[in-house]
Nanobody, 123 residues
Framework: QVQVVESGGGVVQAGGSLRLSCEASGRTSSFYAMGWFRQAPGKEREFVAASNWSARITSYADSVKGRFTLSRDNVENTVYLQMNSLKPEDTAVYYC????????????????WGQGTQVTVSS
C-alpha cells in the first residue's frame, strides 16, 4: 500500500523560511513524479512544484519561482520543499502527491495524496 506523509509545516513570519518533507512508502518504484500543491482558505487547490523521480526535470508555479526549491532523496524516498522569502499569501495547507504518469500541474495527474500540512505566514 502506498502512503505519502507530509511534515514540517508551522507558523513563520513574512520573509522567513520553512522546509516541508514528504516521505513516500510502498511501491515507490512505480512513481514517475512527486509534486506539491497547496490550498488556501476559500480557494481551490493549486500546483506549487513537481519533479520526476530522477530529479532531472523540475517545474514550479510562477508564484513560487526563485523562492521555493524542490529536492529529493531517492534513497530515503523523501521529497523536500524548501520555502524561502515566505509571504502571507503563501499561507495554505500544503499537500504532497505522487504520480504514476507525469509531473504536470493538474490534480488529476496525481494518484496518491498526503493529508496535508498547514503553513501559516504572518505579516
Amino acid at each position: 500500500q502506498v502512503q505519502v506523509v507530509e511534515s514540517g509545516g508551522g507558523v513563520v513570519q513574512a520573509g522567513g523560511s520553512l522546509r516541508l518533507s514528504c516521505e513516500a512508502s510502498g511501491r515507490t518504484s512505480s512513481f514517475y513524479a512527486m509534486g506539491w500543491f497547496r490550498q488556501a482558505p476559500g480557494k481551490e487547490r493549486e500546483f506549487v512544484a513537481a519533479s520526476n523521480w530522477s530529479a532531472r526535470i523540475t517545474s514550479y508555479a510562477d508564484s513560487v519561482k526563485g523562492r521555493f526549491t524542490l529536492s529529493r532523496d531517492n534513497v530515503e524516498n523523501t521529497v523536500y520543499l524548501q520555502m524561502n522569502s515566505l509571504k502571507p499569501e503563501d499561507t495554505a495547507v500544503y499537500y504532497c502527491a505522487a504520480s504514476l504518469r507525469g509531473l504536470g500541474p493538474h490534480e488529476w495527474e496525481y494518484d496518491y495524496w498526503g493529508q496535508g500540512t498547514q503553513v501559516t505566514v504572518s505579516s
